[in-house]
């Protein structure tokens, strides 16, 4: 028996063994199971950490020099803002030249822009305004990279992995945002402040480079579309349940950025210094390493979604509200939580409503919503931070998801009570059309 066929038995009995309860599958054992994606998820998670050694240097940095929840927002925003303007071209860009290519070529971009803060920090020189030309940089190599990494991963997996394989593409970003913050904070800054953050964050590009190089080249034959720029927004303006979803990627971003960007300050209210931000960072993160560790469901459901974004919303309210450092921990552990349940549920129930074809062009969208909601996220954090408050901010960027909450209740109990009310009265009920989309993907069980 070949090594292939070895494989594969044994990923047959797990399947068959986890659907007759014998074992707890969750989404880890796509890392045995595919060999390819195994090694992209190994690389994925040293670039991710490297990313977080940055992103939290950046903040405290930020905070250093401007002594500004504002300075810290426009910091992220800068970060953040090309997903929101250049997210079309990212997907176009994914489909014309290859997720393969455009990934490569966002690291090593992102690996230069790394090198270039080293540089001006060794200096001396690193100022504000250098903070935000790299966030800016940095936010180009992020957009370009989004859809690519969603093409990426599809190819490296069988379609039944398909959900598994984003719930830990998901967890290694999130790994990256638990130990990254934690060792940036126990290093701290050097002679030449955080200069070594910003070296390890390009070493880790390059690895993925590496990797990535070698585990993508044994992944299915990419297929040849030319999408349009504007294709993603006309299937979402057209095809409601992918609006939805992408309402809901954008609700659990906004509702947990405070955590990022009003760490500093919530910090500094809670009689703490500003560099402990760095745990509420990381508590987000390791909460959405736990989230992997439920046990897999073989199709997502989108009320399990909603239930978890109004967790996070709750969640978020407590972390501005809590009487201390520990409970705004805590929430903060279960934000993460709740956001990793939601982000995968719904990234993978867009992909399934876009086809092969279409998946490019759709998940350049979520591109969009996920990462494009984040700058006016931090903008109105920051904004309204500066002026209003902690508290009264946490609770304006909570209301999003509770409100997205509240519509979908509606839909869902005035779908369940239109039925009976056609029994009653007597009458059999118009069959609906047939849709466009497969049908599991907005399952109500």
Same mark, same amino acid.
């Given at each position: 028996? $070949?090594?292939?066929?070895?494989?594969?038995?044994?990923?047959?009995?797990?399947?068959?063994?986890?659907?007759?309860?014998?074992?707890?599958?969750?989404?880890?054992?796509?890392?045995?199971?595919?060999?390819?994606?195994? &090694?992209?998820?190994?690389?994925?998670?040293?670039?991710?950490?490297?990313?977080?050694?940055?992103?939290?240097?950046? /903040?405290?940095?930020? &905070?250093?020099?401007?002594? %500004?929840?504002?300075?810290?927002?426009?910091?992220?925003?800068?970060?953040? %803002?090309?997903?929101?303007?250049?997210?079309?071209?990212?997907?176009?860009?994914?489909?014309?030249?290859?997720?393969?290519?455009?990934?490569?070529?966002?690291?090593?971009?992102?690996?230069?822009? $790394?090198?270039?803060?080293?540089?001006?920090?060794?200096?001396?020189?690193?100022?504000?305004? $250098?903070? /935000?030309?790299?966030?800016? !940089?940095?936010?180009?190599?992020?957009?370009?990279? !989004?859809?690519?990494?969603?093409?990426?991963?599809?190819?490296?997996?069988?379609?039944?992995?398909?959900?598994?394989?984003?719930?830990?593409?998901?967890?290694? &970003? *999130?790994?990256?945002? +638990?130990?990254?913050?934690?060792?940036? #904070?126990?290093?701290?800054?050097?002679? *030449?402040?955080?200069?070594?953050?910003?070296?390890?964050?390009?070493?880790?590009? /390059?690895?993925?480079? #590496?990797?990535?190089?070698?585990?993508?080249?044994?992944?299915?034959?990419?297929?040849?579309?030319?999408?349009? /720029?504007?294709?993603?927004?006309?299937?979402?303006?057209?095809?409601?349940?992918? #609006?939805?979803? !992408?309402?809901?990627?954008?609700?659990?971003?906004?509702?947990?950025?405070?955590?990022?960007?009003?760490?500093?300050?919530?910090?500094?209210?809670?009689?703490?210094?500003?560099?402990?931000?760095?745990?509420?960072?990381? =508590?987000?993160?390791?909460? %959405?390493?736990?989230?992997?560790?439920?046990?897999?469901?073989?199709?997502?459901?989108?009320?399990?979604?909603?239930?978890? !974004?109004?967790?996070?919303?709750?969640?978020?309210?407590?972390?501005?509200?809590?009487?201390?450092?520990?409970?705004?921990?805590?929430?903060?552990?279960?934000?993460?939580?709740?956001?990793?349940?939601? *982000?995968?549920?719904?990234?993978?129930?867009?992909?399934? +409503?876009?086809?092969?074809?279409?998946?490019?062009?759709?998940?350049?969208?979520?591109?969009?919503?996920?990462?494009? $909601?984040?700058?006016?996220?931090?903008?109105?954090?920051?904004?309204?931070?500066?002026?209003?408050?902690?508290?009264?901010?946490?609770?304006?960027? =909570?209301?999003?998801?509770?409100?997205?909450?509240?519509?979908?209740?509606? #839909?869902?109990?005035?779908?369940?009570?239109?039925?009976?009310?056609?029994?009653?009265?007597?009458?059999?009920?118009?069959?609906?059309?047939?849709?466009?989309?497969?049908?599991?993907?907005?399952?109500?069980?």
């Amino acid at each position: 028996m $070949s090594s292939s066929q070895s494989s594969h038995g044994r990923a047959l009995l797990t399947r068959t063994a986890a659907s007759l309860g014998f074992v707890r599958a969750t989404s880890w054992t796509v890392l045995r199971d595919e060999k390819n994606f195994r &090694y992209y998820f190994y690389g994925s998670v040293t670039s991710d950490f490297g990313t977080w050694l940055q992103n939290t240097a950046q /903040v405290l940095l930020a &905070y250093r020099l401007a002594h %500004s929840v504002f300075a810290v927002g426009l910091v992220t925003v800068a970060q953040f %803002s090309s997903p929101l303007v250049l997210g079309p071209w990212a997907g176009v860009m994914a489909d014309r030249f290859g997720g393969r290519r455009a990934l490569l070529g966002t690291q090593l971009l992102a690996a230069v822009v $790394s090198v270039g803060l080293a540089v001006l920090d060794l200096s001396g020189r690193l100022t504000e305004g $250098s903070l /935000v030309a790299g966030a800016i !940089l940095s936010g180009l190599a992020f957009t370009f990279a !989004l859809p690519a990494r969603n093409v990426t991963v599809q190819r490296l997996v069988r379609p039944d992995q398909t959900r598994p394989a984003y719930v830990m593409d998901a967890v290694s &970003y *999130n790994i990256g945002r +638990a130990a990254g913050p934690l060792l940036t #904070m126990a290093v701290g800054p050097t002679g *030449n402040d955080f200069a070594w953050a910003f070296i390890l964050n390009a070493l880790s590009f /390059v690895v993925f480079t #590496m990797v990535l190089w070698w585990a993508d080249q044994h992944g299915t034959e990419e297929p040849k579309v030319r999408s349009r /720029v504007m294709a993603g927004f006309k299937i979402a303006r057209t095809e409601r349940r992918i #609006m939805i979803l !992408l309402l809901m990627v954008a609700a659990v971003t906004i509702a947990d950025d405070p955590i990022l960007v009003l760490g500093p300050a919530l910090a500094v209210r809670l009689h703490a210094s500003a560099e402990l931000a760095g745990w509420f960072i990381a =508590a987000l993160g390791a909460g %959405s390493v736990l989230g992997s560790l439920r046990r897999a469901s073989p199709q997502p459901r989108l009320r399990r979604a909603a239930a978890a !974004l109004a967790l996070l919303a709750l969640c978020m309210i407590v972390f501005v509200l809590a009487p201390s450092i520990e409970v705004s921990i805590i929430a903060a552990f279960g934000a993460g939580v709740s956001a990793l349940i939601a *982000n995968s549920a719904t990234r993978t129930l867009l992909s399934k +409503a876009a086809g092969q074809q279409r998946v490019a062009a759709v998940m350049a969208v979520w591109a969009i919503a996920w990462a494009g $909601s984040k700058p006016l996220a931090s903008f109105a954090d920051g904004w309204l931070g500066s002026r209003i408050g902690v508290v009264g901010t946490g609770l304006i960027l =909570a209301s999003p998801a509770l409100i997205l909450i509240g519509v979908l209740i509606v #839909m869902f109990v005035s779908q369940a009570f239109r039925l009976p009310q056609a029994q009653s009265a007597g009458t059999q009920p118009v069959p609906a059309e047939p849709s466009v989309e497969p049908k599991p993907v907005f399952s109500r069980a």
